[in-house]
């Protein structure tokens, strides 16, 4: 570790960043794990007398998009890799839009398609890219997520909901295929950004006040 980096247990951050997190969410050796996990999952249920498509959504699903592949390659599963960006956050708060860039692959004609995220917050995103790939006529098409945002904070606005605290999704998802379920907060690392910081983490922390200050710069 160079002398411009700190490290708290396992975890290690830029000098750049002090002060900017709240606290550490998931350790990278737990992201790997859990990865080598799903990893096992995909391959015993997935053909492995043909590709599986494995689709990356651009920028902030890179470095897990990374993990899986790695896990996928040492079990000796077959897949094509592929990429699509797709962005909806400004600062801390979903835009409300999602805006494509450039054409989907033609690779996915025919073919099983695992969409890789970074994290299912509102769903939004995930409404808005899925019918496009279903229109690419795939084998079957299912979604890869690091993380969901499943249960509200606490102390947030809708704590008295009835609902157990978990957040209802507006798509479904096959829990074999979640990294991790996480509570209502920003976060930050492992591909995820606050206005394009914070990506190069190799563990996920919750984005504090200072961060937020600190962090980011003007798009
Ligand atoms: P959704 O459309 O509300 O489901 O949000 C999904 C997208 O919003 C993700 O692909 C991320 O780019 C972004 N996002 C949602 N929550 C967070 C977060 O806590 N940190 C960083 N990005 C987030």
Same mark, same amino acid.
């Given at each position: 570790?160079? +002398?411009?980096?700190?490290?708290?247990?396992?975890?290690?951050?830029?000098?750049?960043?002090?002060?900017?997190?709240?606290?550490?969410?998931?350790?990278?050796?737990?992201?790997?794990?859990?990865?080598?996990?799903?990893?096992?999952?995909?391959?015993?249920?997935?053909?492995?007398?043909?590709?599986?498509?494995?689709?990356?959504?651009?920028?902030?699903?890179?470095?897990?998009?990374?993990?899986?592949?790695?896990?996928?390659?040492?079990?000796?599963?077959?897949?094509?890799?592929?990429?699509?960006?797709?962005?909806?956050?400004?600062?801390?708060?979903?835009?409300?839009?999602?805006?494509?860039?450039?054409?989907?692959?033609?690779?996915?004609?025919?073919?099983?398609?695992?969409?890789?995220?970074?994290?299912?917050?509102?769903?939004?995103?995930?409404?808005?890219?899925?019918?496009?790939?279903?229109?690419?006529?795939?084998?079957?098409?299912?979604?890869?997520?690091?993380?969901?945002?499943?249960?509200?904070?606490?102390?947030?606005?809708?704590?008295?909901? +009835?609902?157990?605290?978990?957040?209802?999704?507006?798509?479904?998802?096959?829990?074999?295929?979640?990294?991790?379920?996480?509570?209502?907060?920003?976060?930050?690392?492992?591909?995820?950004?606050?206005?394009?910081?914070?990506?190069?983490?190799?563990?996920?922390?919750?984005?504090?006040?200072?961060?937020?200050?600190?962090?980011?710069?003007?798009?």
């Amino acid at each position: 570790m160079s +002398d411009s980096a700190k490290q708290t247990s396992s975890a290690i951050y830029p000098d750049l960043y002090e002060g900017h997190f709240s606290s550490l969410l998931i350790p990278y050796k737990d992201l790997d794990s859990r990865c080598k996990e799903i990893a096992e999952h995909i391959h015993a249920t997935y053909p492995s007398d043909e590709p599986l498509v494995m689709l990356c959504i651009l920028k902030g699903s890179a470095p897990f998009y990374n993990l899986l592949c790695n896990h996928l390659s040492i079990l000796g599963h077959p897949f094509m890799i592929d990429f699509y960006r797709v962005k909806s956050y400004e600062g801390t708060g979903s835009s409300g839009t999602v805006k494509h860039f450039g054409d989907l692959p033609k690779s996915m004609k025919g073919r099983h398609v695992l969409v890789i995220e970074d994290i299912v917050d509102t769903g939004t995103t995930l409404k808005s890219l899925l019918p496009t790939i279903a229109e690419k006529d795939p084998k079957s098409y299912k979604v890869c997520s690091m993380l969901v945002k499943r249960f509200h904070s606490e102390g947030s606005e809708d704590d008295d909901e +009835d609902d157990g605290g978990e957040i209802t999704k507006q798509i479904e998802l096959d829990n074999n295929l979640i990294g991790f379920n996480i509570p209502n907060a920003f976060v930050v690392g492992c591909g995820l950004d606050y206005n394009e910081m914070y990506r190069d983490l190799r563990d996920i922390w919750i984005l504090g006040e200072e961060g937020i200050k600190g962090g980011g710069y003007d798009l």
